[in-house]
């Protein structure tokens, strides 16, 4: 089995008072030995996803199941962000950008950002 993007979409805003969009990308690893290719390919997607989106506010939230930490997810995401102007605007227009680790099951296990530090 490989490492697949499972659903990138955006949920509309949730309070009518708020005019706050979230992205939602969805990924399954299931082989943490091409992690770093696979970041890759997912940045390639968000971005050229984010590229057609309107203008305005957005959140990102990433949610991962198999075999790789939030933490490493985010570090190899906020690495990539320093040397990619374009991933670096996106990121910097973000009210927020995580990463969670779960179950199959919906069970929390992690959640970092992606935001730079």
Do not use: H, K
Not at 30 to 52: K, N, Q, W
């Amino acid at each position: 089995m490989s490492n697949a993007i499972r659903s990138l979409t955006v949920l509309p805003p949730q309070d009518p008072a708020d005019d706050c969009a979230t992205i939602m990308l969805a990924v399954d690893v299931s082989d943490p030995t091409e992690l770093s290719a696979f970041i890759g390919s997912v940045l390639d997607r968000f971005m050229v996803f984010r590229t057609a989106l309107p203008p305005g506010r957005y959140a990102m939230l990433v949610t991962i199941i198999g075999s790789c930490s939030a933490d490493e997810f985010a570090a190899e995401w906020r690495r990539r962000s320093l040397s990619d102007e374009v991933l670096s605007v996106y990121m910097n227009d973000l009210l927020a950008a995580d990463v969670l680790l779960g179950t199959s099951d919906g069970q929390v296990l992690e959640v970092a950002s992606c935001l730079p530090e």
